[in-house]
């Protein structure tokens, strides 16, 4: 069974950073994919970005690109999320999510529980 836990998360003022991070375990094939989501109080689920298993390739979503930044280390199976220039429309729980096939911005099969970011003005 794939676990998936999401950390990073809290508290802080517009302006500031934030790095998140995915840890992977239970299955000892990496996921082909990992990716980071979004979701605000009211709003629909948001796809931010997502990156293969060696690192080689990543795709942003337009509304984080040049902001956000992906990457992976996979001596730890853990994928980050660098979140820069921070803005209180980022204020959302974040979940990380993987999959074993190859996919972009839906049908991921796993997904953590998510970390909480507010971002303050």
């Known amino acids: 069974q794939v676990h998936l836990v999401e950390s990073g998360g809290g508290l802080v003022q517009a302006g500031g950073s934030l790095k998140l991070s995915c840890a992977f375990s239970?299955?000892?094939?990496?996921?082909?994919?990992t990716g980071w989501f979004r979701q605000a109080p009211g709003k629909e689920r948001e796809f931010l970005a997502t990156?293969?298993?060696?690192?080689?390739?990543?795709y942003y979503a337009n509304s984080v690109k040049g902001r956000f930044s992906i990457s992976r280390d996979n001596v730890t199976d853990t994928v980050h999320l660098q979140m820069n220039a921070l803005k209180p429309e980022d204020t959302a729980v974040y979940y990380c999510?993987?999959?074993?096939?190859?996919?972009?911005?839906?049908?991921?099969?796993?997904w953590g529980q998510g970390t909480q970011v507010t971002v303050s003005p």
């Open positions: 999510a993987a999959s074993y096939r190859v996919v972009l911005t839906t049908g991921y099969e796993y």
């Open positions: 239970g299955r000892s094939l990496r996921p082909i994919v």
């Open positions: 990156i293969n298993w060696t690192g080689d390739d990543k």
